[in-house]
């Protein structure tokens, strides 16, 4: 890992125009990444994680509106690119999602699919060297008897065969930059696991850098370098794995930290966070957090925290640090 950016997201702010009115999804998003580097992307739901990386993959739907900011890759503003530049862009930013069956077209075999991404993207033509080209990465991702798989509709596979048949055929691409958006959330927990060591391994092995999209802070820890936590449509906290499970600022993350069972704790209740998140298209004027926080002001409620750096490399948006940094 360097502290070289691949990537720079600049005050991104996008919103959903919808029949009952402007949903803000996502408000002056900011941070980057740097090479070799896994930064998670951690929030509920409606925290706008998602929209963030389809934005940064240019997949975002069509009732979406990107209102300001810059994205970064390697130098070039993808959200500025000439169409001749697009494709080439395309090919070293890759999106993987949370439903591999709703990924793969069900009416072809593995192989059939895995062809044509070979043939579009790396120009090759020859038939055997497609073929040899597949079966090295699903050999890559671990999967048993490759031959098998290649020939297999994916009704036939497991969620988790299928989800490393949609990292090989992301991974066959040569990307620079991979987006996961919640890969193993239709997984068991032993599936899970190897998964996020899957995806460790194939990091190095590929210098790959990777934004990984979650809503479990206990899947970050272990899979980050860094994590950044949203919470409607904001960052409220960024920080390095390590630091942020030691020492959480933000009441939003204590809470998520909060509602994590310990397994030398009984408990007669598992913690939550009360209350519901807001309606995005009516955001709050102050702190976004304000009507599920136990420590809020009326501070918060009528003047938005800026997220400064309160301690070094870590970063927080909430009115308890206003003023002072350490």
């Known amino acids: 890992m360097t502290d070289q950016p691949i990537l720079q997201v600049e005050n991104l702010t996008i919103d959903y125009v919808v029949l009952d009115g402007i949903i803000k999804a996502v408000r002056n998003v900011s941070f980057t990444i740097n090479e070799g580097e896994v930064v998670c992307l951690v929030g509920e739901s409606g925290s706008g994680k998602t929209t963030v990386g389809l934005a940064i993959s240019r997949a ?170 949203m919470y409607g449509g904001e960052i409220v906290e960024e920080a390095s794995s390590e630091e942020l499970l030691k020492n959480p600022l933000h009441p939003y993350t204590k809470g998520l930290l909060e509602c994590i069972p310990k397994t030398h704790i009984k408990y007669s209740k598992l913690k939550s966070i009360p209350g519901m998140i807001f309606d995005l298209r009516n955001p709050p004027l102050g702190c976004v957090f304000v009507d599920r926080c136990t420590e809020a002001t009326d501070l918060c409620r009528k003047d938005k925290p800026r997220l400064i750096e309160f301690l070094k490399n870590h970063k927080v948006a909430c009115h308890l640090y206003r003023g002072s940094t350490k």
């Open 60 to 229: 975002l739907p069509e009732n979406a509106i990107i209102r300001e900011g810059r994205i970064i890759f390697k130098g070039r503003d993808l959200l500025n690119l000439e169409i001749r530049d697009k494709s080439t862009i395309e090919d070293k930013v890759m999106m993987i999602f949370q439903d591999p069956a709703a990924t793969l077209n069900p009416l072809f075999k593995v192989g059939e699919i895995f062809s044509d991404v070979i043939k579009h993207h790396l120009k090759l033509s020859d038939q055997l060297k497609i073929r040899e080209k597949a079966l090295e990465f699903l050999k890559a991702v671990e999967l048993p008897d490759p031959e098998r798989i290649f020939n297999s509709y994916p009704h036939e596979l497991s969620g988790g065969m299928l989800q490393r048949v949609i990292i090989a055929i992301t991974l066959s691409v040569n990307p620079k930059l991979l987006i996961a958006d919640e890969p193993t959330t239709m997984l068991d927990v032993t599936l899970q696991a190897q998964i996020l060591d899957l995806l460790i391994n194939l990091k190095k092995k590929f210098g790959l850098s990777i934004l990984f999209i979650t809503h479990n802070l206990s899947i970050a820890a272990e899979i980050g370098d860094r994590i950044i936590v």
